[in-house]
């Protein structure tokens, strides 16, 4: 019988004249097999370089993302985390005391010197004269009445030379007596008020062109 089977087994499956039997497509691992048995399938050849294909990289990708877990960077320690930028631990506290410390005194700010001037008051005791201009008899000898009436206490009339001015005038010789000048004008009713020190005889001077 072996003889035979290995003569048979030399024959090519592509000649084999005879239809296929029982021994051709055994039903169990058991069974008996001969040359003339069924052809195994594509699938059957093929599936285990496919296994190698798929399961082969899996592993190796398996095992490089765990070695690359173990040497990844350890988390930062409380201490550092504690000398993190805007944390409170690092950022010095401020007392009111420290602001109020900073902020200056009345006593440290410079003094600006005051620019005004003491104000000029009215002298009642200034020389004043009263010049008739206007050829009025007694009209200087009464407005000389009226200005002591206001107050002034020096005080004379008398009858003017020279060139007349165009509207009755009051002059006065410096300008701290500015404030009397106007006060002998408001009183006699003249709106002129100039200030000439030829004019005023070293205080205040009326001349009137015509009657108040």
Sequence with gaps: MGSADSSLAAVSKANYPYAEDEFDAPSGPDVPRGVHRAPRSAWSRWWPFLVVILVVPAIAYGLVTFA????SPSTPSSSATSKAPGSSASTPS??????????????????EPTSEEPTAEVALATPVTVFNA?????????????????GFTNVTAANFVGTKPDVSTVYYASDDLKPTADLVAETIGIDTVTLSESDADDGVSAVLITAP
């Design 134 to 150: 206007a050829g009025i008899s007694g009209l200087a000898a009464g407005t000389v009445t009226d200005l002591k009436g206001a």
């Design 94 to 111: 401020k007392s009111p005391s420290d602001d109020a410390s900073k902020e200056p005194t009345k006593s440290d700010e410079p003094t």
């Design 68 to 71: 690359s877990r173990d040497n």
